[in-house]
């Protein structure tokens, strides 16, 4: 599905008003809560916003949690998070400083960033998770959506 949330309403791809947001709750983070079972991209204007969007979604929420009680979903936890561990080994192969490692604590949260900012290999591994659902929500300029294309 592809739904634009603008002035705390959403619409569809087509431009038609589909509902209201909650005004009482982050229309962010209920939004991405809703569609959990899908992947999310916040397109944000500035590299600055889209750290600033992550960290917060970090502190509000998190995909992946450690007490999952269905089986099959026991199994989906402990597969996501050998790929979790994979994709933060990636990242510190890439050499170590400090905005590498506050993507690394993102990723343990489903959440992470993707800019101009970052190397080139931190912005591949940042979408090889994202592609294979360790990343669930992207806070990103426009340079992921010039460059990648993901399956809709």
Do not use: W
Not at 119 to 141: F, N, P
Request: hydrophobic share 40%.
């Amino acid at each position: 599905y592809e739904y634009v949330l603008y002035n705390k309403k959403i619409y569809d791809k087509n431009d038609v008003f589909i509902r209201d947001i909650d005004q009482n709750r982050d229309p962010l983070v209920n939004l991405i809560k809703e569609n959990s079972q899908f992947h999310t991209l916040i397109f944000c204007s500035s590299r600055k916003l889209c750290e600033k969007i992550a960290f917060e979604l970090a502190e509000k929420m998190a995909f992946h949690t450690e007490q999952q009680t269905d089986e099959i979903m026991r199994k989906h936890a402990m597969h996501l998070e050998g790929m979790k561990e994979r994709f933060k080994a990636k990242l510190k192969l890439c050499g170590y400083n400090n905005k590498k490692q506050q993507l690394i604590n993102l990723i343990d949260r489903g959440i992470a960033f993707h800019h101009a900012g970052l190397k080139t290999e931190e912005r591949v591994v940042i979408e090889e998770a994202y592609k294979c659902g360790v990343v669930k929500a992207l806070a990103c300029t426009t340079t992921l959506s010039a460059g990648v294309n993901f399956p809709v």
